[in-house]
């Protein structure tokens, strides 16, 4: 399994790469779970980090907009990002969440560089009033993307467990990869809840709160980033 750890900065983004981090995942979270930082955020770390592992950008929760969320693909791709990731926040359809990520692949798809295109709906979509993880395996597949990602809308330290059950996240996995996609599960995940990862089987799963000692706000710390690596392998 792979471990993608999401920094802020460039210092954290050392952190997370000397740690053992798979992919490194420049976000903002200040603009929310899937906050989007600024191109030079971006560029600076695809230039700290170089070729040794691949660099993902979030592009932010959105609401119903496909225009701006392609462009925020393109953006983050030509940045360098070799992941974009998007988070359908407040998606009330199916043909919703498709126009927003066929938009995206559709954007990306003749850049120099493609980027894997990562969709992402969120274990308490009840709570944030949008789409059911469930269903993104199928309309991901219909629209290009590589892989979908379960992670949590709310950062209040809720944890993904507490909306899904072991037996859903594996169904999500299962049919992911029965539609030819990747997949990555996070959402304030805990040191106790590795063994049920490990049953899950997600080729990915993302972190941040873990590595920060807890507490998402403060700084990601390389030695729980190398004990967290440890216990995945
Ligand atoms: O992409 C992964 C997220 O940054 C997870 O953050 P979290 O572990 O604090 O919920």
Redesign the pocket.
């Given at each position: 399994m792979k471990l993608?750890v999401?920094p802020i900065n460039n210092e954290e983004a050392i952190s997370a790469l000397k740690g053992g981090a798979d992919i490194i995942?420049v976000?903002n979270p200040k603009e929310g779970?899937?906050g989007a930082n600024f191109p030079g955020v971006i560029k600076g770390v695809k230039d700290t980090v170089g070729k040794q592992k691949p660099i993902s950008a979030?592009l932010g929760d959105f609401n119903y907009k496909p225009g701006t969320a392609a462009l925020a693909a393109y953006g983050a791709a030509a940045a360098g990002a070799d992941y974009v990731?998007i988070g359908l926040y407040d998606i009330q359809t199916e043909e919703q969440a498709y126009e927003m990520l066929a938009g995206i692949t559709e954007a990306v798809r003749t850049m120099d560089n493609v980027p894997k295109v990562v969709a992402c709906a969120y274990s308490d979509y009840a709570r944030i009033n949008s789409i059911d993880p469930a269903l993104l395996p199928a309309i991901g597949a219909k629209a290009g993307v590589d892989l979908v990602m379960v992670?949590?809308g709310v950062?209040d330290g809720r944890s993904t467990f507490e909306f899904l059950n072991e037996a859903q996240l594996k169904d999500f996995v299962e049919k992911a990869h029965a539609n030819g996609l990747e997949t990555a599960l996070?959402?304030?995940?805990k040191f106790d809840d590795i063994e049920a990862i490990k049953n899950i089987k997600p080729d990915i799963l993302?972190?941040?709160?873990?590595v920060c000692g807890g507490d998402?706000s403060t700084s990601i710390k390389q030695e729980l980033v190398e004990q967290l690596r440890a216990r995945l392998s």
């Open positions: 993608l999401s995942d976000k779970s899937l979030a990731k992670d949590t950062k996070a959402g304030s995940i993302g972190v941040r709160g873990i998402r």
